[in-house]
């Protein structure tokens, strides 16, 4: 029997035959009506943000006490991690949630039908539920970074020069959100490995040997996603830096144009101030071809600088 909450809420309905029970935000009464019907305590929300490995994996009463950090992923916003509570004996298997899970919501579903569920199976159901998820939650990721590549790594444009170092600061930003992103799923996925592996050795006695060898291939599906992780993480690194790289060099760029002018442009202007002064016994004053000789000393003084800069390959 499956009991789920808060679709549930009736004072009278009895829980004490079910295998699981699902308490969303539970309330003192709710709590108190587990606690009596199986012997049991519902953990706290304080005590479920606790991130001693002690405190996430304990057992008590021949019960085992499990915390895991899931993942609410909001596709229009920052990604939250939302603790989740296990509480898994012989007789029930208890979740307390504060959040949605899409996982357990999964499972809830698949198994609403079902006559009869056994703890530990619903528990499996919900761990590797939970890696799916994830798994999904790293290849969406995967592919906004090759999206990503894709951008920083094409051809530039140099007349929009402007547009595209503000298109890649905006890359900068999206890869530093899947980096935070990329954090939170390897800390789940971490509590994910050493939970499956404190059931297996915790439960051995009692535990039906399928479901040790479907959550030892939770470990294996978790090393697996972990390694994943790193190699995104790697990525984000390499992309970061290559954006970053990419605007220096545009940004030099327009540097290197401002000194040419600049350095250009000092020649002329000190020849007009040499002949803008009112001397007058300067010899070119009145001197015929005065005003043309200004002028192309203007032109050879402004084409030297450029000449040099093309012969030493800096233009």
Known sequence: MLGAYPADRAEGHSIANATWIDLVDPTDAERARFEQAFGLRVPSQDQLVEIE????LQIDNDALYLTLPLIFADPHGPWRLAPAGFVLSKRVLLTVRFAQSVATETVIKELAAAKEVEPAFAFVRIIEEVVDRLAD?????????????????????????????????RLMIGTGRISEHMARVQYTLVCLDRMAKFVVDRCRAWIAPEMSVRLQAVSTDVASLLQY??????????????????????QNDVMKVLTIASVVGIPPV??????????????????????????????????LPLIWFKWKNWI
Do not use: C
Request: glycine share 8%; charged share 20%.
């Open 53 to 56: 490995t002690s405190s996430r």
């Open 137 to 169: 939650l790293l290849e969406g990721s995967g592919r906004d970074l090759d999206e990503a590549s894709h951008a920083i790594f094409r051809q530039q444009d140099a007349k929009r020069l402007s547009r595209e170092t503000a298109m890649l600061r």
């Open 229 to 250: 992780t790193e190699g995104l993480v790697s990525r984000i690194q390499l992309l970061q830096d290559a954006a970053a790289g990419i605007i220096n060099i545009d």
């Open 270 to 303: 000190l020849v007009v101030g040499i002949y803008g002064m009112n001397f007058k016994n300067m010899p070119e004053l009145n001197w015929a071809w005065g005003y043309p000789y200004a002028l192309i000393l203007l032109v050879v003084t402004a084409a």
